[in-house]
């Protein structure tokens, strides 16, 4: 079972589906780049609309009899047994004309897909900008911001590098704290790289057409094309938290290289996993759909083994 239907849940259902698996995708309908109007950084897929894409990978798995997507959102899941061959239970709560309806679901192996939920700032306005004018990956929507000026809203000490990330593209970088003070690093590196710090309280932020106008205590105000946060990010489901899976600091899921969880038979795949090696969970939609990739092998590789196993078992030893 896969539980997610974003770009890592779909393209897992497809790899799977191509291997012959019965898959059901359990896809309850919330997605963290819903804000977006569109993805970038995805090879022929640059400027789509999220939605677009999830309608395309659906279309794309009807083609596999053994894929069934479900709209439903998936509550809780448990070890059907103390086996790893009894698999697991999923409670389902179904959406639509019947939400409300629980059932519960048996599968082999889970295959969690499920994302990161985006925990803003307290600032007034930033959630209405969040997704357009307000964003969080300079790789995604910093080009979009191209010649104008670009303000970074906190005080944390990945400032200095974002601040690099976006100096190519931005006419003016003004780092807004809100009150808070800046590590003595990171205040060092910023004045280094030219970059103003505004120290005020920002009181809200309002959108100005195609730019944002930040308030501030005492003013003036400072006017951008668009602002760059670091959000807190913690997982947009509770399946981690029930399975008892090893965690990483950053939020996400810890992993191996393919996506296969500290508990066996389950497997985490796109930005709610966190392979430890790499410095942080992919914020992209390719990465993720490719961790979806890997997650999947990994998966239909387990139930291999288990086969295999299970004939080892039964051959009789030699007289």
Not at 32 to 46: I, S, V
Request: glycine share 12%; aromatic share 2%.
């Amino acid at each position: 079972m896969v539980l997610g239907g974003g770009p890592a849940g779909l393209q897992a259902a497809l790899t799977l589906g191509r291997s012959h698996r019965r898959v059901l995708v359990v896809d309850g309908g919330h997605y963290r780049n819903d804000p977006a109007a569109h993805l970038h950084n995805f090879l022929t897929r640059d400027g789509t609309p999220p939605a677009e894409l999830r309608a395309i990978g659906r279309a794309e798995l009807a083609a596999y009899a053994g894929v069934e997507v479900r709209e439903a959102r998936a509550s809780a899941v448990e070890a059907a047994g103390d086996d790893l061959a009894d698999g697991f239970v999923v409670t389902l709560e179904v959406t639509g004309e019947r939400a409300g309806a629980g059932q519960r679901v048996r599968a082999r192996r889970v295959l969690l897909a499920t994302g990161l939920r985006d925990v803003l700032p307290a600032v007034a306005g930033l959630e209405d900008l969040w997704g357009d004018l307000a964003a969080h990956c300079p790789y995604c929507h910093g080009h979009e911001l191209s010649g104008r000026a670009v303000a970074l809203l906190g005080s944390h000490d990945h400032l200095p590098r974002i601040a690099v990330l976006l100096e190519r593209t931005a006419s003016r970088l003004v780092v807004l704290t809100d009150g808070a003070s800046l590590p003595e690093a990171t205040a060092a590196a910023l004045a280094g790289l030219g970059v103003a710090v505004r120290s005020e309280p920002v009181t809200a932020l309002h959108r100005t057409g195609d730019g944002v106008r930040a308030e501030l205590v005492g003013g003036p105000d400072e006017e951008v094309g668009g602002i760059f946060v670091a959000p807190v990010l913690e997982q947009a489901a509770p399946f981690a938290a029930q399975l008892g899976l090893e965690v990483l600091a950053s939020g996400g899921v810890r992993v191996d290289a393919m996506g296969r969880t500290s508990r066996p038979g389950v497997f985490a795949a796109g930005d709610l996993a966190h392979v430890a090696e790499l410095p942080m969970a992919p914020a992209s939609v390719l990465v993720s759909a490719a961790a979806g990739q890997l997650a999947a092998a990994a998966a239909d590789a387990d139930l291999v083994a288990e086969r295999l196993a299970g004939l080892t078992r039964r051959v009789p030893a030699p007289a």
